[in-house]
């Protein structure tokens, strides 16, 4: 009998508490791939959904231009999946909703993404690719990080790099697509890659570790993913820890120590020991109020001099100085006065000589330009 019960006790199937917590025949099935995204048939849902959802989003001025010529485009890729779209010109604004002809229940969340990044100057050829079942998107608001804007233009510049370089290598290790545009970050790609592009941007704006350190870490991240031995161990002990060398300490005040004294300081006159060496302390209340009215003239009258000066030495005009040119044309009209008068004086000597005998005027002029040797022997003696 007790070999019985025991057999029946092993046969007997184990109780579950929940409803549906059961057994299931795929549960431990190896040819399965639990992690595999099926591709919607619209099979599963042919009488379409119960109620209409839609969704509406804004769009800065400078897009408009762009999304009229693309909007046909939009339109024909979501009449694929049965989903309805407007754009509306005059309130600036996107909506896209379901139809009847819509099965597949989260296709509208996939068009609500769409018309996200459309507004956040996405172009159309990436961001139609979010329809996709293995695309995903996230939009990352960094206006709010910063205060300062010249701070804030910085550290976004930190994010693309010389020539995007920086941007450009985080998308090959993340394998996301990334758009910096105006106040928000724009990626798509897979969950893991969004995650790790979240955490480098806010890392950045909060100037909590440089892109360029969390690309170091990925790369390193990558070559270690290759080693199936370090597949289930901790990888912080091979990845670098970075410090951050440019923390600004505070400085530390240091006071002047006083020569010690064993006499306390003289004691300060109050006020009324004031007033009663000036004597204002004796005068009445009127004479008191009279002599603050007329102090408060003094410094008024004080001050409108002093901005009436400062107004009239706007339009004082400033000394000149002597122009080097005066004193040039000066010098060469005297030179020519000069020389006008020297050539009267031989004139009239050539004159005089010609009557007395015949002699050439160019040798003459020529030679009298020369000095003489008997002027420059007497000035030597």
Known sequence: MEQDNDVWQEQKPKRHKGKHDKPKPWDEDPNIDRWKIEKFDPSWNESGLVAES??????????????????????????????????????????????????????????????????????????????????????????????????????????????????????????????????????MGSFKGLK????????????????????????????????PALAHENWDRFLPKFKKKNVQQKKVMTKEKKEYTPFPPPQQPSK?????????????????????????????AQKTAENKRKREAAFIAPEEEARNQDTRSENENNDVAVMAMSLKKKAKEFGKQKLGENINAESYIAAAGEPSMKKSKRTVS
């Open 54 to 187: 839609s969704f509406s989003t804004l769009f800065p001025a400078y897009r408009e231009k762009y999304l009229q010529t693309y909007w046909e485009k939009v339109k024909d890729a979501l009449k694929v999946y049965g989903i309805a779209c407007e754009l509306d010109l005059v309130k600036g604004s996107m909506t896209v909703s379901t139809t009847l002809k819509t099965r597949d229940p989260y296709i509208i969340i996939k068009a609500r993404d769409l018309i996200k990044l459309l507004s956040r100057s996405v172009p159309y050829e990436k961001a139609v690719t979010i329809l996709e079942d293995e695309m995903q998107c996230d939009i990352i608001k960094i206006g709010n990080l910063v205060r300062r804007k010249e701070r804030f233009v910085k550290r976004r510049q930190h994010l693309l790099g010389p020539n995007s370089s920086t941007l450009k290598a985080l998308e090959i290790l993340t394998g996301c697509y990334i758009l910096v545009e105006g106040n928000t970050v724009s990626a």
């Open 196 to 227: 790790q592009v979240r955490k480098i941007v806010e890392d950045c704006m909060l100037n909590k570790m440089h892109p360029v350190y969390h690309i170091k870490v990925l790369m390193m991240k990558k070559e270690l993913e290759k080693d």
């Open 272 to 300: 009324i020991d004031e007033q009663l060496a000036s004597g204002e302390y004796f005068l009445s209340q009127k004479k008191k109020t009279t002599k603050k009215w007329q102090d408060k003239q003094e410094k008024q």
